[in-house]
C-alpha cells in the first residue's frame, strides 16, 4: 500500500488560518525584515515567497538588500539600525552570504527575540534547557507541526535523525526528544558506522543532509513514518529544463513508508508558515 501524502502545504494552510486569528488579536502588526546580500537567484526566490506570505497574512514585510560587494560593516550597520527599530518584531538574514561574510558573527548579532530564524545561540540553547515557547529554528519546528497535524504518535517511537547541521538537524533531535514529543533520538551523520541499520529500526525518519535520493527503500522499516527536508537540484536529461528537484529521500520509499513528505510540498511550505509564526510570536510577546 503506497504511503500516505504528508502534505506541507495543507498544514502550512492550517497553520496559517490560526496565525490571522493571533494576528487579529495581536494589537500591533507584526512586522518582519528580510536582508538579503547579492544576486543568488534561488535567495530570491525564498525571499518572495516570505513576502507573499506576509501579504497573505496581514504582516508587515521590509526588504533590506545590498550587492554582493557590499561589506560585511554596512551589513552589520543595517541588523544594529533593526535591532534597534520598536516597530520591528522579526529580522532574517537570508542565507547564503557572499564568502566575504562572517554568517555566524552577523546572525549573532541580532537581538535574540527578534531572531525569527532560530539561530542565535540564546535560541538555541533554550531548546537544549526545554524551554519551547520563543524562536524555534523554523525547518525543525516545521516538521513538529506537521506531526502533530498528521496525529503521528511519538512518544516513546524510535526516531533517527539524518544530518546533525546547527539549523536542523541538531534542534530537530531535541525537539523529537523534549518532553510532549518523547521520541528516543539517534543521530545519523557522516561517521555513523551503519546508517542503513539506524534508519531501518526506526518508526520515524527525518532525512536532512543534502544527498539526494539516500534513502533507500531497504533502509525504511515498513509502517515507517518518513519526512524528508532534503531539497537537492540534479541533472534529468529527460526534462526540458534539464533538471529536477529531489530530496534526499527516494521515490520509491512511498512503496514502504506509512506518511512521506513529498519534496516539493512538504517541509518547503511548513518551514516559511513557521517564520511567519515566529513573527506573530515576537509580535506578541513585545507588545503584551
Known amino acids: 500500500m503506497a504511503a500516505i501524502r504528508l502534505d506541507g502545504k495543507a498544514c502550512a494552510a492550517d497553520l496559517e488560518e490560526r496565525l ?70 522579526g529580522i532574517l538574514i537570508q542565507s547564503p552570504l557572499p564568502n566575504h561574510m562572517d554568517e555566524e558573527s552577523l546572525t549573532d548579532l541580532i537581538d535574540p527575540s527578534k531572531d525569527v530564524d532560530g539561530f542565535h545561540p540564546a535560541n538555541l540553547g533554550r531548546i537544549v534547557q526545554g524551554r519551547l515557547d520563543g524562536m524555534i529554528p523554523c525547518t ?42 518523547d521520541a528516543t533520538v539517534t543521530i545519523v551523520h557522516s561517521r555513523t558506522k551503519d546508517a542503513k541499520a539506524e534508519c531501518l529500526s526506526a518508526d520515524i525518519v527525518i532525512a536532512a543532509v543534502g544527498r539526494p535520493e539516500m534513502v533507500m527503500p531497504d533502509w525504511v522499516k515498513p509502517g515507517a513514518v518518513v519526512v524528508d527536508v532534503g531539497i537537492n537540484r540534479i541533472d534529468d536529461e529527460t526534462r526540458e529544463r534539464g533538471w529536477r528537484l529531489a530530496g534526499d529521500v527516494h521515490p520509491d520509499v512511498a512503496n514502504i513508508a506509512s506518511l512521506l513528505s513529498p519534496v516539493p510540498g512538504g517541509v518547503g511550505p511548513m518551514t516559511v508558515a513557521m517564520l511567519m509564526a515566529n513573527t506573530v510570536t515576537s509580535a506578541e510577546s513585545q507588545h503584551s
Open 140 to 181: 525543525p519546528a516545521g516538521v513538529m507541526e506537521m506531526l502533530r497535524w498528521a496525529d503521528v504518535e511519538m512518544s516513546g517511537k524510535k526516531a533517527v535523525v539524518i544530518g546533525r547541521s546547527f539549523n536542523v538537524g541538531m534542534p530537530q533531535a531535541l525537539l523529537l526528544a523534549a518532553k510532549g514529543a
Open 20 to 89: 490571522k486569528q493571533r494576528i487579529s488579536k495581536c494589537g500591533v502588526t507584526p512586522h518582519l525584515a528580510v536582508v538579503i546580500v547579492g544576486d543568488d537567484p534561488a535567495s530570491h526566490v525564498y525571499v518572495r515567497n516570505k513576502v507573499r506570505s506576509c501579504e497573505r497574512l496581514g504582516i508587515k514585510s521590509t526588504h533590506i538588500e545590498f550587492p554582493s560587494e557590499a561589506s560585511e560593516e554596512e551589513v552589520r550597520e543595517a541588523i544594529i539600525s533593526l535591532n534597534n527599530d520598536s516597530s520591528l518584531h
